[in-house]
């Protein structure tokens, strides 16, 4: 059994490590939104169809976010077979959170239609976070008294 000033030092650390996953998941966030639109205005530039433009901004955009997001935000090695389906299953499950709660805001409260688009964006980037976070791109495996070293 660990003693408990190891367990509160691996719950700190814990945290830590989340928080610091967090915030490179955002900036991963930011880039991987001026690459997706990127993509959309330059093929609308050039003349292509606007819903092929957008579903091609997407599919670079998915690209870029799993590439960084599983090196950078969250340093995993985790297989791309296993890792890339629960990514996108991660997202879709955040996606389907964030119609959720701009649906219950649009309908059953007050807030207008820009404010509930920014509070369910935030839904979207926390459950698409914790989705990463425990499914696709999860720790490694502890050690066998439960903590790191």
Known sequence: ??????????????????????GRYLMVGCVNTI??????FALL?????????????YAVGISVSYILNKH????SRKPDRTAFP??????GIAYLANVLVLFLLLRFSAVN?????????AVYTLVGFLGCRLFAFPFKTEDPEGCPP
């Open 86 to 91: 629960l990514f996108v299953a991660s997202l």
């Open 1 to 22: 059994m660990p003693s408990s000033s190891r367990l509160v030092a691996f719950g700190l650390r814990t945290v830590a490590r989340n928080l610091a996953s967090f």
């Open 45 to 57: 530039w050039a003349g292509f169809d606007p819903y092929l433009s957008n579903a091609c901004g």
């Open 35 to 40: 690459v997706g639109y990127g993509v959309i």
């Open 113 to 121: 239609a820009y404010l509930a688009q920014i509070l369910a964006g």
């Open 72 to 75: 950078f935000s969250f340093r």
